[in-house]
């Protein structure tokens, strides 16, 4: 299902016009696994997939990224190619995911079936063993996402990040519960568009809801 329809924002809004594009990092070395803070570095292709996703998205008055090295490398490279202000918010980092940080979905069936399980039918309610609670981690990332609008008004303003961040902020936008932010789809190297008008509304664009 396609989401466009306009909703009051859920965030502090100066009334000012804003446009945010929400960037997820590309492929990255060792495949997929619950990399959380894991810090492996992006493949060729990965930091390729990021660059064709901006190609065609216009200038950027700001890019604010993860320090993560698979989204600060792009940020990086594409602030000086340019010369487009950066800054990094470790608050954009991912969701740590505790004792199954660097660990695939795979081994995880084997060792920890029941508890993966768990997580992924209720991830709010299910914590990963030491990892951070989900609701945590919508604090810090929500707490991000509002000083963007406190200090960047009427910017274009593109966000580096990470899968579970965009989710986050997609069911803070749309309203959808967070306990299900998997139902979002968020691909390597996927950009997101956010417009947020001087009314108050919200266009997204490039968001994809999965009905299950």
Same mark, same amino acid.
């Given at each position: 299902?396609?989401?466009?329809?306009?909703? /009051?924002?859920?965030?502090?809004?100066?009334?000012?016009?804003l446009? %945010?594009?929400?960037?997820?990092?590309g492929?990255?070395?060792?495949g997929?696994?619950?990399?959380?803070?894991?810090?492996?570095?992006?493949?060729?292709?990965?930091?390729?997939?990021?660059?064709a996703?901006?190609t065609?998205?216009?200038?950027?008055?700001? %890019?604010?990224?993860s320090?993560?090295? /698979?989204c600060?490398?792009?940020?990086?490279?594409?602030?000086?190619?340019?010369?487009t202000?950066?800054?990094?918010?470790?608050?954009?980092?991912?969701?740590?995911?505790?004792?199954?940080?660097?660990?695939?979905?795979?081994?995880?069936?084997?060792?920890?079936?029941?508890?993966?399980?768990?997580f992924?039918?209720?991830?709010?309610?299910?914590t990963?063993?030491?990892?951070?609670?989900?609701?945590?981690?919508?604090?810090?990332?929500?707490?991000?996402?509002?000083?963007?609008?406190?200090?960047?008004?009427?910017?274009?303003?593109?966000?580096?990040?990470?899968?579970g961040?965009?989710?986050?902020?997609?069911?803070?936008?749309?309203?959808?519960?967070v306990?299900?932010?998997q139902?979002?789809?968020?691909?390597?190297?996927?950009?997101?568009?956010?417009?947020?008008?001087r009314?108050?509304?919200? /266009?997204?664009?490039?968001?994809?809801?999965v009905?299950k």
């Open positions: 299902m396609r989401i466009g329809r306009s909703r /009051r924002p859920t965030s502090r809004n100066t009334g000012a016009p446009r %945010v594009g929400l960037l997820r990092h492929e990255v070395e060792g997929n696994r619950f990399r959380g803070h894991t810090d492996d570095p992006l493949t060729a292709a990965g930091l390729a997939q990021m660059h996703a901006v065609d998205s216009g200038d950027w008055d700001r %890019v604010i990224s320090p993560s090295a /698979r600060a490398a792009f940020a990086e490279e594409y602030a000086r190619r340019y010369s202000p950066l800054s990094f918010d470790a608050r954009l980092m991912e969701i740590h995911f505790g004792d199954w940080e660097d660990r695939t979905a795979a081994e995880l069936m084997t060792t920890d079936t029941d508890a993966l399980t768990r992924w039918n209720d991830p709010l309610h299910n990963p063993p030491g990892g951070e609670p989900l609701a945590q981690f919508q604090a810090r990332v929500l707490d991000s996402w509002n000083d963007i609008f406190t200090k960047y008004p009427a910017q274009r303003v593109l966000i580096v990040t990470h899968s961040v965009i989710r986050v902020l997609l069911c803070q936008i749309t309203g959808v519960s306990a299900q932010l139902e979002f789809s968020v691909g390597h190297g996927q950009l997101h568009g956010v417009r947020i008008g009314d108050g509304s919200v /266009r997204l664009d490039g968001v994809t809801y009905i």
